[in-house]
C-alpha cells in the first residue's frame, strides 16, 4: 500500500499529510454553546482515540464557547462554518486550530481575504468540505448532477480563492453518500492536487450501515494510498464513529491500538459460547490502547493455528478450552473461568510491555 504524496499541515500541532499517520477525526453532536456537554463529548472522543475534532459554529454563542471548549480539552479542534466569515473570524479569535469552509460560499474576495490573513496569522488550516448535496448552480447545470468530476471542479474553485490570497495550509475533502462517486472524487482529485486529503462518506447512515458504507469506501480509498485524515459519519454516538475508523484502520493494517480481536464464526463443531466470550472479552478491554492481539477460537481446527500467531489465545473443547500466551499453551480451563482468565492475560501482557518501554 504505497501513500501517496501529499503536503503536509499541522492542525494544533497534529500533523496532518506528507507521511504523517492517517488521523482519526470525529464531530460533535452537543450543542456546541453548551459548553459542559460538548467538552464532556469531547474528551469521551479522546478517549476513544480521536485525534482532531470539529464543533458546528452555527452562531457567535457557539464561536465564543470555543474558548472554554479549548481550556479543558487536549486534542485540536476545528470549527465548522457555514456562509458567515464572522464567525470564521471569531472562531479563530476563539482559539480554534482550524476551520472547514467553503470559501466561495461566505460572500466575496473580501472576505476571503480577511478570513485568510486571520487562519494565517494563527497558523490555521482550512478544509474546504465539498458535499456533493450543495454544489455550485452552475457546476450542477454544467455536469447535469453531482458528478466525481463536479465535485473536484468545485474543489479546485475553492482552493483558488485560497490561494489567490497566498494561503495554502489547505485540506480537502469530496464526500457523496454514494460510496463509488465518492472513491472516483478522490482519486480524480488526488491526480490533480497535492494537498492532503480528509475522507469520509457523507450521511452514510446508521450504525450498522453507516459502518458498512464507510468501511468500504474509506477502505478502498486508503488502500489506494489516498487520504490523510478520515471521519466516519454516522446517525449514531460519535465515539462509535472513533471506533469504527479505528477499526479501518487496523484492519487495514495502517495504524495499531487497543484489542484486535481474531474470532472464528463457530459452526456445528463448537461446544462452548464462544460468541459470548468473545463479546465479554471485546468490551472488558475497550479501554486498552496497547496492540494487543486476541484470538477466540471455538475449537481445535484452526484454534492452535491461529494462537501461534496472537498475543492471547483460546481454543475451545467441550465446556473446557486452552489458553494460548505467545503462541504456547498455558493453561486448560473451564467455560466460565475463560473470560476472566484472557483478560489477565492481556492486561499482564500489556503491563510487562509498558514495563519493558520504561527501561
Ligand atoms: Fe468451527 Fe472450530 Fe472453525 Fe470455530 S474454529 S468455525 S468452531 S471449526
Redesign the pocket.
Known amino acids: 500500500m504505497a501513500k501517496r504524496k501529499t503536503r503536509q499541515i499541522s492542525i494544533g500541532g497534529v500533523t496532518v499529510g506528507g507521511g504523517a499517520p492517517v488521523r482519526v477525526q470525529s464531530m460533535t453532536n452537543t450543542d456546541t454553546s453548551n459548553t459542559a456537554a460538548t467538552i464532556e463529548q469531547i474528551l469521551k472522543l479522546e478517549k476513544a482515540g480521536c485525534e482532531i475534532v470539529r464543533v458546528a459554529v452555527p452562531d457567535e454563542v457557539a464561536a465564543k464557547a470555543i474558548k472554554e471548549i479549548k481550556k479543558n480539552i487536549s486534542i485540536p479542534l476545528i470549527a465548522d462554518i457555514h456562509f458567515d466569515h464572522k464567525l470564521a473570524l471569531l472562531s479563530l479569535d476563539s482559539g480554534a486550530d482550524g476551520l472547514r469552509l467553503n470559501p466561495g460560499n461566505i460572500g466575496g474576495k473580501d472576505r476571503v481575504r480577511e478570513v485568510a490573513r486571520a487562519a494565517n496569522s494563527r497558523k490555521a488550516p482550512i478544509r474546504i468540505g465539498v458535499n456533493s448535496g450543495s454544489l455550485e448552480k452552475d457546476i450542477l447545470q454544467k455536469y447535469g448532477h453531482p458528478t466525481p468530476e463536479a465535485m473536484v471542479e468545485s474543489a479546485l474553485r475553492h482552493i483558488k480563492l485560497l490561494e489567490d490570497e497566498g494561503f495554502h495550509d489547505i485540506k480537502v475533502s469530496l464526500k457523496s453518500s454514494n460510496v463509488n462517486s465518492t472513491i472516483a472524487a478522490y482519486e480524480a482529485f488526488s491526480k490533480v492536487s497535492d494537498y492532503p486529503l480528509h475522507l469520509g462518506i457523507t450521511e452514510a447512515g446508521t450504525l450498522f450501515s453507516g459502518t458498512i458504507k464507510s468501511s468500504v469506501g474509506i477502505g478502498v480509498l486508503l488502500h489506494m494510498g489516498i487520504g490523510s485524515t478520515l471521519r466516519v459519519s454516522l446517525t449514531a454516538d460519535p465515539v462509535e464513529e472513533v471506533r469504527v475508523a479505528w477499526e479501518i484502520l487496523k484492519a487495514l493494517e495502517i495504524r495499531k491500538r487497543g484489542i484486535n480481536i481474531i474470532s472464528?464464526?463457530?459452526?456445528g463443531?463448537?461446544r462452548l459460547n464462544s460468541e459470548k466470550i468473545a463479546l465479554e472479552i471485546e468490551k472488558r478491554l475497550s479501554h486498552v490502547e496497547e496492540p494487543v492481539t486476541v484470538a477466540v477460537?471455538?475449537?481445535v481446527?484452526?484454534?492452535p493455528g491461529e494462537a501461534k500467531e496472537a498475543d492471547v489465545a483460546m481454543a475451545g473443547g467441550d465446556g473446557v478450552a486452552l489458553i494460548y500466551r505467545s503462541g504456547e499453551v498455558v493453561a486448560k480451563i473451564k467455560e466460565d473461568e475463560i473470560v476472566e482468565r484472557m483478560v489477565r492475560e492481556v492486561l499482564s501482557l500489556v503491563e510487562e510491555r509498558k514495563a519493558a518501554k520504561a527501561v
Open positions: 472464528c464464526p463457530t459452526c463443531r463448537i477460537m471455538g475449537c481446527v484452526n484454534g
